[in-house]
């Protein structure tokens, strides 16, 4: 089964900053991470390796106005007697 738990908000540089950060000290942890989506925390098991993607795309004026964003990516296996 796949499950998708989404969220979206308008929040200044450094709440961003401040979001992933503590996103980046959830990772650095040897056992489970508390990821918060929103009003919810989700616990993940990430693996000792992770497959890492960023994508910039910036947009011309010609298709709606200037506009940039960055999707960074994490992916890891959960393996079995991992506790999501």
Do not use: F
Request: glycine share 8%; charged share 35%; no cysteine.
């Amino acid at each position: 089964m796949a499950e998708t738990t989404a969220h979206d908000e308008d929040v200044s540089r450094d709440e961003a900053a401040d979001l992933l950060q503590e996103l980046a000290r959830e990772l650095r942890g040897e056992t489970h991470a508390e990821v918060r989506v929103g009003n919810k925390t989700l616990t993940l098991s990430p693996s000792s390796v992770l497959e890492y993607g960023i994508e910039v795309d910036e947009r011309s004026p010609m298709l709606g106005g200037d506009r940039e964003e960055v999707t960074v990516s994490l992916e890891w296996e959960v393996h079995a007697g991992d506790d999501a």
